[in-house]
């Protein structure tokens, strides 16, 4: 059907275009690896489960479900070189299995635009936060203003849709402009700016007096408060940190050179990605605790801490202005990864152009993250299952949606495809290849079912 899809010589190439060099594609995956999930959620995420017991299950998950996970999905769609559906849907014929399993990439492109609708309106409260940044609105006060401030803000509905609206925009903007010149662009210099940027905050963190309580909260197990909704919630995590379950490193990986070595890009970004999750850890739990706040604040936790810092120290405006900036940008390279599958589908499957993929694509995602910014305000009580919409939408996607795609991911990859596929495409049937395919064959799966399980009562 597509001239430049059909297989020659067993090498497919993506309609798409393809990453112009190895760096290009471990930016893209970073880019959207590193957002607000590093910076605004794992704080408070961390905070609500006690700490350091939570921590340190995540970052097990992150190591042992997530990278496996991440190097399945990666390889799957370079394989398949096509949209996350079609591409399991190819595969899985291919692999002597059925067409079927194009059910996962369907229910990613789902999540991804469930997500996003979410992520959407905390994107724009970081705009918002631009803004009062630049005016000074949190220089020289105290924490009680400062909470007010994001109280008044979210409390009205008109600012929190205005800014889920421009967030939108812009992201509609660079999705419509294409893989080359619009995804690759934005991320090059965010992810080292922003980790200068933290390393500095971590300076400031350390002169509260309050660095060690923090670093003994993120790290210090108190097993006892671990319960299977924590784990749950540590493993919901790191599907989310890491961008994976949801076919957005597929369909990625479909852009990427057949050269590149999976493990090494994939190693990369994990590094990178969890760097920054537990420095945003370090900066704000020492806050938290100079301050008198609860780090079981919930969402609002980053920004009641931030600020209050940058308020009291010299150059804080510029400083805190620059951090917003630089938070809006990575907010902005995740929200890109979030709608490449659903848009990469419209243009493969209905033949739309991008610009109109993103369009209708973007348009959905507003109308439904309606429901997320409406919930700080007006529908603020309307509350079932585990809170208001926004959690609602939070909660399924990433404790239930993007752990049962990270499961039939990489059960694809282990038991599906044979092993001289994985072996090509992970370059070798080395040592590395025998640890990635006995995780991704036993330990991912049963981890994943086991923490599900538990954690819906089942056994
Ligand atoms: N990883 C992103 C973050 O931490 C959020 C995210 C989840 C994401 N799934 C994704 C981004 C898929 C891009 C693609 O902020």
New binding site residues.
Partial sequence: MLSNQTNDGGKRTSLHGHWSSRMAFILAVTG???????IW?FPYIAGQNGGGAFVLVYLLCVVLIGMPVMMSEILIGRRGRRNPVATMQLLGKEEGSTGAWKWVGVIGVLA?IL?LSY?SVVAGWVLTYVVKSVTGTFTGQSAEVVSAVFNQFTGSWKSVVAAHTIFMALTVFVVARGVERGLEQAVRFMVPALLLLMLALLGYAISTGHFMEGVAFMFTPDWGKLGWNSVLAALGQAF????IG?G?VMAYGAYLPEETSITGASAAVVVADTSIAILAGLVIFPLVFANNLSPAEGPGLVFHTLPLAFGQMSGGVLFSTVFFVLLSFA?WT?AL??VEPAVAWLVEHFHKTRAQAAVIIGTLIWFIGLGSALSFNVLGDVRFLNGTIFDNVDYVTSNVM?PVGGLLIVVFAGWIMCRNSTAEELGSAGTLYRIWRVLARYLAPIGILMVLGKAVGLF
Avoid: E, P
């Fill in positions: 959207s690896a590193v957002g607000l999930g590093n959620k991804g997500i992520y989310f940190t890491l961008s949801m957005a907010a995740s990864g979030l993007l």
